[in-house]
């Protein structure tokens, strides 16, 4: 079964790594998607994969790399999500 998140990261997320942690993170769950920082200072992104894989992904939002503060994470899940006709980059990128 696949799943599909879209994720808003809030705290200290930018200049920390957040990006690329995620990144790595991403390619060793095999996910399909991006992340990117926002204007605000967010960190934003979207994966979609193995339901248990995006969950690993999902846990690993909420602590991010060593320098990172997470203050807030809100996530967009669906559960059901058909893999074959997603649009979604693969393999996961970092986007400007």
């Known amino acids: 079964m696949?799943?599909?998140?879209?994720?808003?990261?809030?705290?200290?997320?930018?200049?920390?790594?957040?990006?690329k942690s995620t990144l790595q993170q991403a390619h060793n769950l095999d996910l399909r998607g991006w992340v990117r920082n926002?204007?605000?200072?967010?960190?934003?992104?979207e994966a979609?994969?193995?339901?248990?894989?995006?969950?690993?992904?999902?846990d690993y939002l909420h602590m991010g790399p060593r320098?990172?503060?997470?203050?807030?994470?809100?996530v967009m899940f669906i559960k059901h999500h058909d893999i074959s006709q997603?649009?979604?980059?693969?393999p996961f990128?970092?986007?400007a």
């Open 2 to 19: 696949s799943s599909y998140i879209y994720f808003r990261v809030t705290g200290s997320v930018q200049g920390v790594m957040f990006r």
């Open 67 to 74: 320098d990172a503060r997470v203050d807030n994470v809100d």
């Open 38 to 45: 926002e204007p605000d200072g967010t960190v934003s992104g």
């Open 86 to 90: 997603s649009t979604l980059p693969y």
């Open 48 to 58: 979609a994969g193995a339901t248990e894989h995006v969950q690993r992904l999902r």
């Open 93 to 95: 990128e970092i986007r």
